[in-house]
């Protein structure tokens, strides 16, 4: 239904173009009609035409003015104006008004029709797009708490997600490199600086959760993690490296505020720990402030630089490097582990030289470190005995180079370890992952049905798998069935519908699309070639 609205002060013009609309587009639309510049505005404010047939010359104000303040509350409106007045002046200014067409009377039957029907389409056009935009909004209304929640995950879990890290942060729009966690609780009351009754509240948040999780948006530019138990954990992105006093007295004033809000909203209490700023990689660190900001600050936000809490290095220790040093351990990053050692070394040697002794400890103390890494990722058996060799091995040394070397090779053999660990534990979960989708390939065969028969969570059989192979389990899958398509359909005697369902395809189209997309040609074609 379109609303459409004449605008003239000759009733003959009116009626001519009702009876014109009525007759070609019939019940499709709703007319209205005004006879001066006045009586059009406060129409147009009633009515809200989708299309103004506009005179230029009329009583009061004229037909150009009166598009100017319609245009004011109804940006939309299609005008197209139909005046005895051809001056050059007006055509101007309502060409720069967004005029459709700009006619001069008389004008014939079916030229109007014409551009009615253009004005239509456009109509149309527009209604279908604003519907396509607010499907897509309602989508991502529901993607994006998804998305979110998996960043959120990844962080909490301590583990490398530097491989979907790109992927993540293109989905929710994350430009900036650094950011800090930080972390809501709620409770039912506040007591000496505790929440109290933190299980019963979890039942009562879940109702009340999408207010929570609309005030933190309004409040902060963020990634928000779902609701565990009596918590939200919210990743804040940030354009520097660190916060000054100012910007982080301001972020606490807005945590504040936040807190302020929602107990005014709802009638539960809320506490806020904030970590400090990290590079995205390290934001686990950053949650760990947060969190011991949370149990040892003091009022209901508590900031973890504001608190005495880690350790206090001397200011030019590598503190950077040493965090690589373990990270790269960690990940299995043989080459990255080397160079990171071998930096902190040179720093030891550049600035205590004379201290032997301390700097032997000092690679003992990381070689110790190292070899933990590996046994808590199962790369290396635990013995009693394993190192009665050490202190020895350090005391005989006598020169730096032949203690750098040692020191690199206990830190390689600890990375090679977790190495040799993961790559079994992956070539094992991927031999048994790609002989049962062997096996079962020509089955409607999900990546849960994968999944489940190698004992790993879909998510993280995903990651392992895609990470491995270079491609999706979906992408492997298809190129299976493919080869197993393209041998039998060198057999005559076999259908290519047959073939479809022997390959775990259902639907002959979708199996032919997939083949030449894959092939390069139809079923047919490439049975033809390989006669």
């Known amino acids: 239904m379109y609303k459409i609205m004449l605008a003239d002060d000759e009733g003959i013009v009116i009626d001519s173009l009702k009876f014109i609309i ?16 006045r009586s059009v505005i406060e129409l147009a404010e009633k009515f809200k035409p989708d299309i103004a047939i506009m005179d230029i010359q009329m009583p009061g104000i004229n037909g150009i003015d009166a598009m100017k303040e319609i245009r004011k509350t109804n940006s939309t409106v299609i005008f197209i104006v139909m005046t005895a007045y051809d001056k050059f002046n007006y055509a101007k200014e309502a060409i720069n008004l967004g005029v459709l067409e700009y006619l001069t009377k008389p004008v014939n039957h079916s030229v109007i029709v014409d551009i009615l029907k253009k004005a239509m389409d456009i109509i149309k056009q527009e209604q279908k ?95 928000l993690g779902p609701l565990m138990v009596n918590k939200m954990v919210a990743f804040l992105p940030s354009g520097k490296s660190q916060l000054d006093y100012d910007d982080r007295t301001s972020l606490i004033e807005r945590a504040r505020m936040l807190i302020r809000e929602l107990v005014k909203r709802l009638d539960i209490q809320f506490r806020i720990g904030i970590g400090s700023v990290t590079t995205l990689d390290k934001l686990h660190s950053s949650y760990q402030e947060a969190t011991n900001a949370m149990r040892n600050g003091k009022g209901r936000v508590a900031h973890a630089k504001d608190l005495p809490l880690g350790c206090e290095y001397e200011g030019d220790y590598p503190i950077e490097v040493e965090t690589n040093l373990f990270s790269m351990i960690e990940k299995g990053n043989l080459e990255g582990a080397k160079t990171e050692a071998n930096l902190f070394y040179d720093w030891m040697l550049k600035h205590y030289p004379e201290y032997e002794m301390d700097i032997k400890l000092k690679v003992l103390e990381f070689i110790l470190f190292a070899e933990q890494k590996a046994f808590l990722n199962g790369g290396m058996t635990y013995h009693f005995r394993y190192r009665k060799d050490y202190l020895p091995t350090l005391l005989q040394i006598d020169n730096y180079e032949q ?24 070539n094992g979960v991927l031999a048994k992952a790609k002989s049962f989708i062997e096996e079962n390939f020509h089955k409607d065969l999900s990546l849960e049905d994968v999944s489940r028969t190698v004992d790993i969570s879909p998510y993280y059989f995903s990651k392992l798998f895609k990470e491995e192979t270079g491609e ?40 032919s699309r997939i083949f030449k997309k894959q092939v390069g040609m139809t079923p047919t074609e490439y049975r033809e070639r390989v006669e």
């Not at 076999?494 to 639907?507: A, F, V």
């Open 472 to 511: 999706n389990f979906i992408e492997y899958l298809t190129k299976i069935r493919i080869e197993k398509a393209k041998k039998l359909l060198q057999n005559r005697d076999l259908s290519i519908k047959n073939i479809c369902l022997d390959t775990g395809y259902s639907d002959p189209n979708y199996f």
């Open 129 to 223: 797009k604003r519907s396509n935009d607010l499907m897509i909004r309602e989508k991502l209304e529901i993607v994006v708490p998804i998305i979110e929640s998996d960043f959120i995950y990844e962080v909490l879990s301590g583990e490398d997600y530097s491989i979907g890290a790109e992927n993540i942060k293109n989905l929710l729009g994350i430009k900036e490199e650094y950011g800090m966690m930080m972390i809501l609780e709620l409770g039912d009351s506040y007591v000496e600086g505790t929440l109290t009754n933190p299980l019963g509240i979890s039942v009562k948040a879940q109702a009340i959760h999408p207010v929570i999780r609309e005030c933190f948006k309004e409040e902060f530019n963020c990634v």
């Open 22 to 37: 009525q007759k070609n587009f019939k019940n499709d639309c709703v007319i209205e009609y005004a006879t001066t510049g």
């Open 403 to 426: 203690l750098r070397k040692w020191f690199i090779d206990k830190v390689s053999e600890a990375c090679l370890n977790i190495i040799t660990k993961k790559n079994e534990q992956a």
